[in-house]
């Protein structure tokens, strides 16, 4: 392990008391804390500010504004020309490290850039104090995201003086990756390059292919996976189902779980929470916080543990909760469905970290990425379907399930999906990463055309954005190397067409 656990967890329990939500959402921000963490640089030079935007870009008669909240560093910035890097948030709140550390601040400080970061409408403190009612939602969209960054662009033109010679290139990871693609592709006169990293470019309603490739990823022999790992996994999610239907009270207790499953709703809760442990596990992988994948499989096949037989896998599953559950440091598994929803439906804004509800609303609204799990290659439990997924739009938003189709089909013809016609746009993806099936990963074979694409075989999500490590894998230290010559070469063709 390369970094502990336990300060992570401090921190994981001082952010956790708002939201109860889903594991792969804790684990996610766990990692985003660890980076606050690592950024050892000075954060002095970060300033914040606030730019007010036009709650409904779209609408020149609703003139409601929210503030929204960006950060900048001028430490690297060669003044006056020196090209802007953007960072660009995405579903969750924005920090100081993001215009500090990471390879895109890396790369500034190399190239002389002002370093920007713009949170989110609707996450983080960018949100008005009735901002996660229902009726209020409806201005918390991507097409208003994007036209928040072209108006950003213009403020920061203006209070930095800057014109056509500052060249600006945007970043962004996951969701905020396909908003940095998107960015470029519908304001080409904005931004001259793009990295998204791990982005998923391609709304998709049941994403039954995100298990399938957790699947795939823990039999990876490159990254410590074996076929025994997953017929163990698959054995393991077999066997709770097969308990909790005989004694549901023996499955509260050997999972630690704050409530015993006597309800179908939070069986499905707590097959979702166990099936988050793996899956956190593989799309986080060696940037994660919880262990890595051969952990995982160790002990999911560890030979010199004495088991049972009959209940092996199952006690292995239970071992791997264990695991999980002490570095939580929650007093207990809570997997009341109950509990879950009507955290979602709270609509207060009491903390700037609140990032569930709006990014459910999303999904119904715009993109899908249901983690579902009815097809036979799935290995955990199949009682996670599209349909008890879906049920949250109708009860937190009432958006009808039969609509999703439509919204989804809407964002990918909006866009493009996967294979968007765009030009100078670089998306990084890795091997072991389950979000890599919705994003652009071949090259389309263009004569001439420059590469578009960076394929890392054994990494997981968005490991490309973190600065260099002398640990990093071969892989990742070439991916990086890759991205820079992208970087270097539009700012070296930027110049060029400047100066003509
Ligand atoms: C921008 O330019 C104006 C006029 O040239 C000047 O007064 C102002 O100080 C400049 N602002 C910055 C941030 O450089
Ligand atoms: C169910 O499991 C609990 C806890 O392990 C145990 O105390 C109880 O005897 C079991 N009940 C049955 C009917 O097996
Ligand atoms: C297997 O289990 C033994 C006994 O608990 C432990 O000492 C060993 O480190 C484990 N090996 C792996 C690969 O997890
Ligand atoms: C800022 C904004 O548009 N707020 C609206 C949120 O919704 C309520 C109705 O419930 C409106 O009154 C607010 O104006």
């Given at each position: 392990?390369?970094?502990?656990?336990?300060?992570?967890?401090?921190?994981l329990?001082?952010?956790?008391?708002?939201?109860?939500?889903?594991?792969?959402?804790?684990?996610?921000?766990?990692?985003?804390n660890?980076?606050?963490?690592?950024?050892?640089?000075?954060?002095?030079?970060?300033?914040?500010?606030?730019?007010?935007?036009?709650l409904?870009?779209?609408n020149?008669?609703?003139?409601?504004?929210?503030?929204?909240?960006?950060?900048?560093?001028?430490?690297?910035?060669?003044?006056?020309?020196?090209?802007?890097?953007?960072?660009?948030?995405?579903?969750?709140?924005?920090?100081?490290?993001?215009?500090?550390?990471?390879?895109?601040?890396?790369?500034?400080?190399?190239?002389?850039?002002?370093?920007?970061?713009l949170?989110?409408?609707?996450?983080?403190?960018?949100i008005?104090?009735?901002?996660?009612?229902?009726?209020?939602?409806?201005?918390?969209?991507?097409?208003?995201?994007?036209?928040?960054?072209?108006?950003f662009?213009?403020?920061?033109s203006?209070?930095?003086?800057?014109?056509?010679?500052?060249?600006?290139?945007?970043?962004?990871?996951?969701?905020?990756?396909?908003?940095?693609?998107?960015?470029?592709?519908?304001?080409?006169?904005?931004?001259?390059?793009?990295?998204?990293?791990?982005?998923?470019?391609?709304?998709?309603?049941?994403?039954?292919?995100?298990?399938?490739?957790?699947?795939?990823?823990?039999?990876?022999?490159?990254?410590?996976?074996?076929?025994?790992?997953?017929?163990?996994v698959?054995?393991?999610?077999a066997?709770?189902?097969?308990?909790?239907?005989?004694?549901?009270s023996?499955?509260?207790?050997?999972?630690?779980?704050?409530?015993?499953?006597?309800?179908?709703?939070d069986?499905?809760?707590?097959?979702?929470?166990?099936?988050?442990?793996?899956?956190?596990t593989?799309?986080?992988?060696?940037?994660?916080?919880?262990?890595?994948i051969?952990?995982?499989?160790?002990?999911?096949?560890?030979?010199s543990?004495?088991?049972?037989?009959?209940?092996?896998?199952?006690?292995?599953?239970?071992?791997?909760?264990?695991?999980?559950?002490?570095?939580?440091?929650?007093?207990?598994?809570d997997?009341?469905?109950e509990?879950?929803?009507?955290?979602?439906m709270?609509?207060?804004?009491?903390?700037?970290?609140?990032?569930?509800?709006?990014?459910?609303?999303?999904?119904?609204?715009?993109?899908?990425?249901?983690?579902?799990?009815?097809?036979?290659?799935?290995?955990?439990?199949?009682?996670?379907?599209?349909?008890t997924?879906?049920?949250?739009?109708?009860?937190?938003?009432?958006?009808?399930?039969?609509?999703?189709?439509?919204?989804?089909?809407?964002?990918?013809?909006?866009?493009?999906?996967?294979?968007?016609?765009?030009?100078?746009?670089?998306?990084?993806?890795?091997?072991?990463d389950?979000?890599?099936?919705?994003?652009?990963v071949?090259?389309?074979?263009?004569?001439?055309?420059?590469?578009?694409?960076?394929?890392?075989?054994?990494t997981?999500?968005?490991?490309?954005?973190?600065?260099?490590?002398v640990?990093?894998?071969?892989?990742?230290?070439?991916?990086?190397?890759e991205?820079?010559?992208?970087?270097?070469?539009?700012?070296?063709?930027?110049?060029?067409?400047?100066?003509v």
């Amino acid at each position: 392990m390369l970094f502990s656990p336990a300060r992570c967890l401090i921190l994981l329990l001082l952010f956790n008391s708002t939201d109860a939500g889903r594991i792969l959402g804790k684990i996610k921000e766990c990692v985003r804390n660890l980076l606050l963490q690592k950024a050892k640089q000075p954060l002095q030079h970060v300033k914040e500010g606030r730019v007010h935007q036009q709650l409904d870009h779209f609408n020149r008669l609703d003139f409601s504004t929210f503030p929204q909240r960006f950060f900048v560093n001028e430490a690297y910035w060669r003044r006056p020309d020196g090209p802007v890097f953007l960072f660009i948030g995405g579903e969750g709140p924005i920090y100081e490290f993001d215009v500090v550390a990471g390879h895109h601040a890396d790369m500034a400080e190399e190239h002389g850039a002002l370093l920007l970061a713009l949170e989110h409408r609707f996450y983080g403190d960018s949100i008005n104090p009735d901002g996660l009612k229902t009726e209020n939602l409806s201005d918390l969209s991507s097409q208003q995201a994007l036209a928040d960054l072209a108006v950003f662009h213009q403020h920061i033109s203006q209070s930095f003086n800057l014109s056509h010679r500052n060249t600006w290139i945007s970043f962004g990871g996951s969701y905020s990756g396909a908003l940095s693609a998107w960015f470029r592709g519908k304001f080409p006169h904005l931004v001259y390059g793009a990295v998204a990293s791990s982005a998923p470019v391609k709304a998709t309603l049941d994403f039954s292919a995100y298990s399938n490739v957790v699947g795939l990823s823990l039999m990876k022999e490159a990254v410590g996976g074996s076929e025994k790992c997953l017929a163990g996994v698959r054995e393991a999610f077999a066997a709770v189902e097969a308990v909790m239907g005989g004694n549901a009270s023996r499955v509260a207790v050997d999972f630690g779980c704050c409530q015993i499953p006597k309800d179908l709703d939070d069986q499905i809760e707590l097959m979702q929470n166990l099936a988050d442990i793996v899956m956190g596990t593989v799309q986080y992988n060696e940037e994660g916080v919880l262990m890595p994948i051969h952990e995982l499989c160790g002990v999911m096949t560890n030979k010199s543990e004495a088991y049972v037989e009959e209940t092996e896998a199952y006690n292995r599953l239970v071992k791997l909760a264990q695991i999980y559950h002490s570095s939580s440091e929650e007093p207990c598994l809570d997997i009341s469905h109950e509990k879950t929803v009507k955290d979602l439906m709270d609509t207060t804004v009491h903390s700037g970290r609140r990032a569930e509800r709006q990014w459910t609303y999303q999904t119904c609204t715009e993109f899908g990425f249901y983690q579902t799990c009815e097809d036979a290659t799935c290995p955990f439990s199949g009682m996670v379907t599209l349909r008890t997924q879906t049920e949250l739009c109708l009860k937190l938003f009432g958006i009808s399930q039969h609509s999703l189709p439509g919204r989804v089909a809407f964002t990918n013809t909006y866009y493009g999906g996967d294979n968007p016609h765009t030009h100078r746009i670089l998306y990084v993806n890795g091997g072991v990463d389950p979000w890599k099936e919705l994003s652009v990963v071949q090259d389309r074979a263009e004569e001439g055309e420059e590469a578009q694409t960076i394929f890392i075989k054994d990494t997981a999500h968005c490991a490309d954005m973190m600065s260099r490590r002398v640990t990093d894998r071969r892989s990742l230290q070439e991916a990086r190397q890759e991205i820079e010559k992208h970087v270097d070469s539009w700012l070296k063709m930027a110049a060029l067409e400047k100066t003509v």
